[in-house]
């Protein structure tokens, strides 16, 4: 019998697999409390004639949309849906230009929409048609609703993207710490299906949730891996720290530092 995962790494309270999520969730033993993930979708940015710079620059990218391999929204809520438990959240993140697919798709797998919520990024990307600073997250349930742990915090959350990353699209571990100390509880399942860097698990495992993530890059796989022996080792005071900052620069006060 071949396994649906390549490679799969335990490291503390996180569990890493390396392959396809479609393969991965319905092999997974136990249902998760929260998705908290940052899917892949096909990124165009800059029109005919631009030039861009860091990941976007032309000797980098191509600009055919493919930054990394991506797959179709349709085929992304199912696996997700029954890998959850009865009644959990979902965070899925997505720019502009996928807003209103994205939404359709993961309503049309079942889970319902509360809310959009934005990040901004401070920084800009250049591009013709206005400077972008921002991107969203489709915040959403399925089965009953649970109520977040801070209703006081707003829709808007500002904090910078990690610079110079080995990840094309690495995301804040404060963004991920957001969502996991909103919509789990401590010792909760924190599940991301497009791991990536593992910012979600990182953010997970540093605030008391076990964690679960799926990447299907062998080498973003492997780094994922060192970044989350690096958290544990660091006793996870980089994220801490980064969290404390960000939680106060936008106001929020229900959310203490959990670990
Ligand atoms: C937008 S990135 C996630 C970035 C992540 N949030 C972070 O902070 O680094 C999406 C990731 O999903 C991975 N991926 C693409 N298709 C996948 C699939 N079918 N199953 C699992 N991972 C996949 C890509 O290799 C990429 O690393």
Same mark, same amino acid.
């Given at each position: 019998?071949?396994?649906?995962? +390549?490679?799969?790494?335990?490291?503390?309270?996180? &569990?890493?697999?390396?392959?396809?999520?479609?393969?991965? *969730?319905? #092999?997974?033993? #136990?249902?998760?409390? *929260? $998705?908290?993930?940052?899917?892949?979708?096909? /990124?165009?940015?800059?029109?005919?004639? %631009?030039?861009?710079?860091?990941?976007?620059?032309?000797? @980098?990218?191509?600009?055919?949309?493919?930054?990394?391999?991506?797959?179709?929204?349709?085929?992304?809520?199912?696996?997700?849906?029954?890998? !959850?438990?009865?009644?959990?959240?979902?965070?899925?993140?997505?720019?502009?230009?996928? =807003?209103?697919?994205?939404?359709?798709?993961?309503?049309?797998?079942?889970?319902?929409?509360?809310?959009?919520?934005?990040?901004?990024?401070?920084?800009?990307?250049?591009?013709?048609?206005?400077?972008? $600073?921002? #991107?969203?997250?489709?915040? *959403?349930?399925?089965? @009953?609703?649970?109520? &977040?742990?801070?209703?006081?915090?707003?829709?808007?959350?500002? $904090?910078?993207?990690?610079?110079?990353?080995?990840?094309?699209?690495?995301?804040?571990?404060?963004?991920?710490?957001?969502? =996991? /100390? %909103?919509?789990?509880? *401590?010792?909760?399942?924190?599940?991301?299906?497009?791991?990536?860097?593992?910012?979600? !698990? &990182?953010?997970?495992?540093?605030?008391?949730?076990?964690?679960?993530?799926?990447? /299907?890059?062998?080498?973003?796989?492997?780094?994922?891996? #060192?970044?989350?022996?690096?958290?544990?080792?660091?006793?996870?005071? %980089? +994220?801490?720290?980064?969290?404390? @900052?960000?939680?106060?620069?936008?106001?929020? @006060?229900?959310?203490?530092?959990?670990?």
């Amino acid at each position: 019998m071949t396994s649906a995962w +390549v490679a799969k790494e335990v490291i503390g309270d996180c &569990i890493l697999y390396e392959g396809d999520m479609r393969a991965v *969730l319905p #092999e997974l033993a #136990e249902k998760a409390d *929260l $998705c908290a993930t940052d899917p892949p979708y096909r /990124l165009t940015s800059g029109g005919r004639g %631009q030039t861009m710079g860091g990941k976007f620059h032309p000797d @980098r990218y191509d600009n055919k949309g493919d930054l990394m391999q991506v797959l179709p929204w349709a085929k992304m809520p199912a696996p997700i849906f029954a890998a !959850l438990k009865e009644d959990a959240d979902a965070y899925v993140m997505t720019n502009s230009k996928h =807003v209103a697919r994205s939404q359709i798709a993961f309503e049309a797998g079942g889970f319902k929409h509360h809310e959009l919520l934005t990040w901004d990024k401070g920084a800009v990307t250049r591009q013709p048609f206005y400077l972008r $600073c921002q #991107e969203f997250t489709h915040y *959403l349930w399925k089965g @009953r609703a649970r109520h &977040i742990a801070d209703g006081g915090a707003k829709t808007r959350f500002a $904090c910078a993207a990690p610079k110079n990353h080995w990840h094309p699209t690495a995301k804040p571990t404060s963004l991920m710490a957001l969502y =996991v /100390l %909103q919509s789990s509880d *401590l010792g909760g399942l924190v599940l991301d299906p497009f791991a990536g860097s593992a910012a979600t !698990l &990182i953010a997970a495992a540093a605030f008391g949730r076990r964690a679960i993530g799926v990447e /299907l890059k062998p080498r973003f796989f492997d780094l994922a891996c #060192e970044a989350v022996h690096a958290a544990y080792a660091d006793g996870f005071a %980089q +994220v801490h720290a980064a969290w404390d @900052r960000d939680r106060l620069a936008n106001n929020i @006060r229900g959310l203490a530092h959990a670990a």
